[in-house]
């Protein structure tokens, strides 16, 4: 167990990995200017996020139940995508108070990462958060796909300058 905890300890993501989350971050800027503009972007884009999630999931667990091996990690991992996601919910809102759409959109682009990218990932989220916030905030709505899209996206070029 040990052995599989370090050999996942890196930040760095595979090319699968990597062109997934050229394609999530297409949906994140659409809705995110949706959001922004009407701050509700369309439930098309949730749909998508849930689905895109579950196909990640089976993905990473496919490799599992044929080798046997791996499964401390992939455990670890969607334990803290659920974790995450409920803690960030609107009806939680231990992390950030999220309407469902952002949690979706937050778990899709999290299911492409390993267990120390998520982390890193949700530290970013609420850093980015931080600084957007005021800047995009009117009142009481507060449009999150932006910081989604911002977090992706510097977790992107990180790997691509680390690569």
Not at 18 to 42: E, P
Not at 101 to 119: H, P
């Amino acid at each position: 167990m040990l052995a599989e905890l370090a050999e996942g300890l890196h930040l760095e993501m595979t090319t699968y990995q990597i062109y997934a989350l050229f394609f999530l971050l297409g949906s994140l800027a659409v809705s995110s200017i949706s959001d922004i503009k009407k701050t509700a972007a369309q439930k098309e884009f949730f749909h998508f996020w849930i689905i895109f999630t579950l196909v990640m999931f089976v993905v990473d667990l496919y490799p599992r139940l044929v080798t046997g091996g791996g499964i401390t990690m992939f455990s670890a991992k969607w334990g803290l995508i659920v974790a995450f996601s409920v803690l960030s919910s609107r009806k939680v809102g231990v992390l950030f108070g999220l309407a469902k759409m952002d949690v979706a959109a937050v778990a899709a682009v999290s299911s492409l990462f390993n267990i120390y990218t998520l982390v890193v990932f949700y530290v970013l989220l609420k850093v980015i958060s931080l600084v957007q916030r005021p800047l995009l905030s009117s009142g009481k709505r507060y449009p999150f796909l932006p910081v989604v899209l911002t977090s992706a996206a510097v977790v992107l070029l990180s790997n691509l300058y680390f690569i």
